[in-house]
């Protein structure tokens, strides 16, 4: 079986302590070995290392990133008929500091590199199904075939792939619009 992945989207984000246990004991593809976390500062990268003589030693495998921030989860909700900012200073609402993992933004902002690349959307699209607030959305190939995926809030939803023809704008590509590498007076012979 081989795989693509073509677009990807995500905007999740799960608390590091359940993410660190899921990495514990992932359920890998056969072509990763193991993974490997790197953290700095603010960032987490989780790599994969390649199973077999497959992908060579210099080459760099696919990794996802995570942004680490902590973030602050109350209890309970504010009493009904009141507003956050209209309690009395005395009460407090109980709260606690939360380190959280965030993949946020598209491809390359959350899974780079390209060799293992669709193995390790597949560890990301897993991470996605322990979520508990935000979205995962993709799609993939499989052996040729289009597959769509949208995960919502750790729960997959219907999803499907829409091919749309989009009209061409007047001087966009084509012959009447675009660079005439020939007749560039910036590039020189």
């Known amino acids: 079986m081989t795989g693509q992945v073509f677009r990807l989207s995500a905007s999740f984000e799960l608390p590091l302590e359940d993410l660190e246990a899921y990495l514990e004991d992932p359920d890998l593809p056969p072509e990763i070995e193991s993974l490997e976390r790197t953290r700095r500062n603010n960032i987490l990268l989780i790599k994969a290392v390649a199973a077999g003589d497959g992908v060579g030693k210099y080459t760099p495998t696919a ?66 199904l322990l979520d508990t607030e935000g979205t995962l959305t993709a799609i993939t190939a499989i052996d040729g075939t289009l597959e769509p995926l949208k995960i919502v809030d750790g729960e997959p939803t219907a999803a499907t792939v829409e091919v749309v023809e989009e009209p061409v704008e007047p001087g966009g590509d084509g012959e009447d619009g675009g660079v005439d590498w020939r007749e560039n007076p910036y590039i020189s012979e």
Request: proline content about 5%.
């Open 63 to 128: 990794q996802l990133k995570a942004s680490i921030e902590e973030k602050r989860v109350y209890e309970e909700e504010p009493p009904r008929g009141r507003r956050w900012n209209a309690l009395d200073e005395d009460e407090e609402i109980p709260s606690e500091l939360v380190t959280m993992a965030s993949f946020s933004g598209d491809r390359e902002a959350v899974l780079q590199n390209t060799a293992l690349q669709y193995e390790m959307f597949t560890v990301l699209r897993d991470i996605a």
